[in-house]
């Protein structure tokens, strides 16, 4: 995380904006400085496809996964995958994208 602060200046960048709160699935997204942050904080599911509303149209990429080996993971998380919006208004937002959350994992993506 202090390495993509120091790269996208997140920290001191606007408030962000929540775009997905789900209690029952256990999953928290918000966008930030261009950034979107995915939490999948459930103990047991994991997520294919699931559905994030974003702002911002574009091209993603992943640039932190905590289930990367050097944190401690099992390297579900293919991180070549890029992710492209679908302009179909989602949870308050003009687009969304679909990514893989596996549980008890944090991905980070950056528009390419």
Same mark, same amino acid.
């Given at each position: /995380?202090?390495?993509?602060?120091?790269? +996208?200046?997140? &920290?001191?960048? %606007? *408030? $962000? +904006?929540?775009? /997905?709160?789900?209690?029952?699935?256990?999953? &928290?997204?918000?966008?930030?400085?261009?950034?979107? @942050?995915?939490?999948?904080?459930?103990? #047991?599911? =994991? @997520?294919?496809?699931?559905?994030?509303?974003?702002?911002? *149209?574009?091209?993603?990429? !992943? #640039?932190?996964? =905590?289930?990367?080996?050097?944190?401690?993971? @099992?390297?579900? !998380?293919?991180? =070549?995958?890029?992710? @492209?919006?679908? *302009?179909? $208004?989602?949870?308050?937002?003009?687009? +969304?994208?679909?990514?893989?959350? *596996? =549980?008890? %994992?944090?991905? &980070?993506?950056?528009? #390419?």
């Amino acid at each position: /995380m202090n390495h993509a602060e120091e790269k +996208y200046g997140w &920290l001191s960048a %606007t *408030p $962000g +904006y929540v775009s /997905m709160k789900h209690e029952d699935d256990k999953v &928290l997204a918000f966008e930030r400085a261009g950034l979107l @942050f995915v939490f999948n904080f459930h103990p #047991v599911k =994991s @997520f294919a496809d699931y559905r994030i509303g974003i702002e911002e *149209p574009g091209e993603y990429r !992943i #640039v932190l996964s =905590s289930d990367d080996k050097q944190f401690g993971g @099992f390297e579900r !998380i293919d991180t =070549s995958v890029k992710f @492209f919006t679908v *302009p179909e $208004g989602y949870s308050g937002r003009r687009n +969304y994208v679909q990514v893989y959350i *596996p =549980s008890r %994992t944090t991905i &980070l993506l950056a528009k #390419v």
